[in-house]
Nanobody
Framework: QLVESGGGLVQVGGSQRLSCSIS????????MGWLRQAPGKGREFVAA??????????SDSVKGRFTVSRDNASGRDTLYLQKNSLKSEDTALYYC????????????????????WGQGTQVTVSS
């Protein structure tokens, strides 16, 4: 089960941290991702975290502003997305998603490359 939190209203230029609580099955070896869906648009990739070596990937639109991290050392498994220098175009419903270890036809940059999704948390960036 994936449960997102931390969304809400934030001003342009501000910062915000999203959290995703990971539980219910063995996600420890799975790639975790953040994806988002803006009003009237399809879902798009934001960031991913590779469990095996902690490598991270970002979309060009958030690179340098967002940071994905994962904390599973304290007995609780949580994925984070730290968002800085927020822009109005970052307004979207943000999803936490997990990509299983089996082979996928879709890359981790594609929403179709993820197997388990949370319910999403709304982020609104306002001027």
């Amino acid at each position: 089960q994936l449960v997102e939190s931390g969304g809400g209203l934030v001003q342009v230029g501000g910062s915000q941290r999203l959290s995703c609580s990971i539980s219910g099955r063995t996600f420890s070896t799975w790639t975790m991702g953040w994806l988002r869906q803006a009003p009237g648009k399809g879902r798009e990739f934001v960031a991913a975290h590779i469990a095996s070596d902690r490598t991270t990937y970002y979309s060009d639109s958030v690179k340098g502003r967002f940071t994905v991290s994962r904390d599973n050392a304290s007995g609780r498994d949580t994925l984070y997305l730290q968002k800085n220098s927020l822009k109005s175009e970052d307004t979207a419903l943000y999803y936490c998603a997990a990509r299983g270890p089996e082979a996928h036809s879709a890359s981790l940059y594609s929403p179709e490359g993820y197997d388990v999704w949370g319910q999403g948390t709304q982020v609104t960036v306002s001027s």
